[in-house]
Nanobody
Framework: QVQLVESGGGLVQAGGSLRLSCVAS????????MGWYRQPPGRQRELVAM???????NYADSVKGRFTISRDIAKNTVTLEMNSLKPGDTAVYYC?????????????????WGQGTQVTVSS
């Protein structure tokens, strides 16, 4: 059906940068919004950043000015540039998208999640 695959996580020192990428593939008619969530150890999943099909963006207060989200609509990809990373940014980061899924009987909207990628920021 539809898959979201993330890449780009890893270990970085505080103050460093990482880029996360996510590509959506499968029987896709269109994609509405795409975004990133994260789940720190022992805490609930939280929104990091979101971008609409019209490229309007929304960021969590904790990442404003440090993270930038962008997307390539033609390639069904979303990217998160993370700068000035802090130990508090340590989490599993998940790609998220609202996708119009194609079937033999038509299409329907579905919220899809990636498998997650670990980001660890050392102090």
């Amino acid at each position: 059906q539809v898959q979201l695959v993330e890449s780009g996580g890893g270990l970085v020192q505080a103050g460093g940068s990482l880029r996360l990428s996510c590509v959506a593939s499968g029987l896709i008619d269109s994609i509405d919004f795409m975004g990133w969530y994260r789940q720190p150890p022992g805490r609930q999943r939280e929104l990091v950043a979101m971008i609409t099909k019209g490229t309007s963006t929304n960021y969590a207060d904790s990442v404003k000015g440090r993270f930038t989200i962008s997307r390539d609509i033609a390639k069904n990809t979303v990217t998160l540039e993370m700068n000035s990373l802090k130990p508090g940014d340590t989490a599993v980061y998940y790609c998220n998208a609202k996708v119009r899924v194609l079937t033999q009987r038509g299409s329907y909207w579905s919220t899809q999640w990636g498998q997650g990628t670990q980001v660890t920021v050392s102090s």
